[in-house]
DNA sequence: TGCCATTGTTTCCGAAATGGAAAAGCTCAA
DNA sequence: TTGAGCTTTTCCATTTCGGAAACAATGGCA
């Protein structure tokens, strides 16, 4: 059967894209690296990189078993941690993909408390607002805003995710509050980032709202800075403004109304069968940390 | 990392019972054997296993570990199978547990059909009314019959389970039909393994009657054999005496009351991300044996 | 266009590992 | 008590592994 280090020094191959760079962290000299794809290819009778000397891509029967060797290899690792004893304590390396806002606001002050308690554990944490596939750039796991779909994936509800109507008393003191739906169209609107139609729920059913304003951005952090501003009115998120709406720096306007409920906060992961102490001990600190009712909310 | 012989090794003395046979089984010297499973313990730091010189058992953190192991086995051998571009065929071993009588009456008929179109593929059929424990005991799948409920196994439903009260024409010249319920307790009924309560749903809603009769087994083979034998009343899957049925060798009675609906044939898996091509090939040919309307209904 | 740095591949050689035979120590059953 | 069968250790031959060096190929840059 195969040898294991051949299966790591492919991923290592993939992840850092040259036979050189993946010697290099991995203390090998580039021969090392290239006999050994080669042993791996022809045992699996099967090229698994497009190789030129400048660059390497991954044929298609590669990118499947790239695929698959990082679930092997975390199996690997979660199988050694657990069996060293260790298995309820969270140790190397626990990597987490995260949305740019929420992470900044609500993750990123958590870390240190959750790290004092896990001495052994270091985090990667990446920021991003685009859906990153999870497993192929080596997440162990993601906090993910939406509507739940991946398949491949496990979701774990962490908390509902609330959408307010809201504008600054300033705003309204200007140019008056809306009373009904309707209103909207007489005000400035905020549309934020992928989020130019408002789905709205209220005491006559839902609707969607295509906001205008004079403000079109891909920045939500930009929308909620204009907002507070009192540059008009905008859907978001309670966990994104609910400070503003405690100090009063922001009210909530149409109160009826509320953005489509079908949207949660949740961490997602790959399916396995055997979870890494890690991932399992982080996503129970968020829940924890979050629910039954979020902090933001109350 | 841990080396990949090194897991094959401590798998196959787990699954042999026996350092010196797993040697046997790999073709290495028992002295590799040993020296392997000690460099395992060294680099996890535990003890894997308890040893004397006669006899072989799992420490905690070893049966832990085994569990992890096999699925790591056999996520390498599907890597390996779909790289090797035969990613969508069946090859290897296919190891499958069953209960006795189904498996015998509406399994064993069609694996000629099945592996006539596998030639690349074997097949390990265990058939047992036991509820093993497959992750452990080392199969790929099992087909069962009953409540769905194992937590780390997904299950895909193969066909319902209709369950009837029926007895032989001769029987019933005996001792005449039962027209309502209660009418059981003045008939021979016949209880079967695991089956001595029978959970009936009628048109007064449902019940559970504690069979009484001359024969206690727990062969359901013996119960099938007496009531086509005319020795009373049996509560028997329509897969388990369709034919008698039809032939008119047993006949229904009380036919407004059947077994409980929340018994279903299916079949069950390991939680995996990556199917292995052989288990999914295999799942859907039973499932468009049976479904949708299985053949024994008709 | 031509140069050059970087990358992948191959060859050869010393070093490290692997596997086996033999011997020793142990346990259980006859 | 004996003996068969098991695990473990030791020692040695063999295989495998990793690196240096030489070579070939590619693409950026002047």
Redo the contacts between chains.
């Keep these: 059967?195969?040898?294991?280090?051949d299966?790591?020094i492919f991923a290592r191959v993939v992840s850092t894209g040259s036979m050189s760079a993946a010697g290099r962290t991995l203390g090998f000299s580039p021969a090392v690296i290239s006999k050994r794809i080669k042993r791996l290819e022809d045992r699996?009778?099967?090229r698994?990189l497009q190789r030129t000397t400048r660059q390497i891509s991954l044929t298609e029967?590669?990118q499947?078993?790239y695929?698959?060797?990082l679930?092997?290899l975390t199996?690997?690792e979660?199988?050694?941690a657990?069996?060293?004893?260790r298995?309820s304590q969270a140790q190397g390396v626990l990597r987490i993909s995260a949305p740019t806002s929420f992470g900044r606001m609500h993750i990123a002050p958590h870390l240190t408390g959750f790290m004092k308690d896990h001495l052994d554990l270091k985090l990667h944490i990446v920021l991003t607002d685009d859906f990153t596939d999870i497993?192929a750039d080596g997440f162990d796991m993601a906090v993910r805003i939406g509507e739940l779909t991946d398949s491949?994936l496990v979701a774990r509800k962490l908390a509902p995710v609330r959408r307010l109507l809201c504008a600054s008393p300033d705003y309204i003191a200007r140019n008056g509050a809306p009373t009904e739906i309707g209103d909207l169209a007489r005000h400035f609107c905020l549309p934020a980032h992928n989020n130019d139609n408002w789905k709205l729920e209220g005491p006559e059913g839902s609707l969607v709202w295509h906001p205008e304003g004079p403000l079109v951005t891909n920045s939500s952090e930009i929308v909620r800075a204009a907002v507070i501003a009192g540059a008009g009115i905008a859907l978001r998120s309670t966990w994104d403004i609910g400070p503003e709406l405690r100090s009063g720096q922001l009210v909530q306007v149409l109160p009826q109304w509320e953005g489509s409920k079908n949207l949660t906060l949740s961490a997602v992961y790959?399916?396995?069968?055997?979870l890494p102490a890690k991932v399992r001990l982080f996503i129970d600190y968020l829940a924890t940390l979050y629910g039954p009712v979020p902090y933001w909310e109350q």
């Design positions: 059967m195969t040898n294991l280090g299966l790591e699996l009778g099967t698994l029967a590669g499947g078993f695929d698959r060797v679930g092997i199996g690997i979660e199988a050694e657990y069996a060293s004893g298995s497993v491949s790959p399916s396995r069968q055997f």
